[in-house]
């Protein structure tokens, strides 16, 4: 049973498209993320969402939107997508304390 | 600026020896906590320890914690291959900022067989 599952697990797509990744959790957390990981493995949190509601929003351009139907949910959208945007995007879910991750979905911009 | 360093980059080392990596933070925090990321894959929860505790074990894994130095490490005793991985340390300040864990540059660790 997986508990953190991220779609698509590969994203390649031409510059200028839009494009969404979606997240499920099945651990009844009330708390999602997104991160970003770059080439150099630096991991840096995009956003939080706290039983629907955006809590953390770090500086991130407008271009990507989060999406929480529910609170096992949490879907990230990119619009105009640019070549800095490649990168390997986690999602997470918590309840206190430890973070779950998900497998990750790599995004290469061409 | 980043929260966590790790120390050192990368390390590497024969099946049976211990590993030590060390991880640095700049603000105050309420806990920390260390994540290991195999090759291509997610990150996994490995240990955390709140700013009151000094120490926490887990089987081969040890973590130590000195607030007054903002640092911590990380000990894998009797290594083995399987433990090849990179290794996170993230911070969590807690209050309005909890969850937001900030994440070291990871220590990538290699171990031989």
């Known amino acids: 049973d997986t508990a953190v599952s991220q779609t698509p697990k590969y994203l390649v797509t031409q510059m200028g498209n839009d494009k969404s990744i979606k997240c499920e959790q099945n651990l009844g957390h009330d708390t999602m993320y997104w991160y970003k990981q770059d080439s150099k493995k630096f991991l840096k949190i995009m956003f939080s969402?706290?039983?629907?509601?955006?809590?953390i929003n770090e500086t991130v351009p407008n271009r990507f939107s989060p999406k929480s139907p529910d609170k096992a949910h949490l879907n990230l959208h990119i619009n105009s997508l640019e070549l800095g945007d490649s990168a390997v995007y986690f999602c997470?879910?918590?309840?206190?304390?430890?973070?779950?991750f998900g497998p990750g979905t790599r995004l290469l911009v061409l | 600026s980043q929260q966590g360093e790790e120390d050192p980059q990368a390390l590497s080392i024969q099946e049976g020896e211990n590993a030590t990596m060390n991880c640095s933070y700049k603000?105050?925090?309420?806990?920390l906590q260390w994540y290991r990321q195999n090759s291509g894959r997610g990150l996994v929860h490995l240990i955390l320890?709140?700013?009151?505790?000094r120490e926490k074990h887990s089987g081969r894994l040890r973590v130590t914690l000195d607030t007054s130095k903002k640092s911590s490490s990380l000990l894998i005793t009797a290594s083995r291959a399987a433990d090849t991985a990179s290794y996170f340390c993230a911070t969590d300040r807690g209050g309005g900022s909890q969850g937001n864990l900030i994440f070291g540059k990871g220590t990538k660790l290699s171990v031989k067989p």
């Open positions: 997470a879910s918590s309840q206190v304390g430890t973070q779950y």
């Open positions: 603000t105050s925090i309420n806990n």
């Open positions: 320890i709140r700013s009151n505790e």
């Open positions: 969402y706290n039983n629907k509601e955006l809590i």
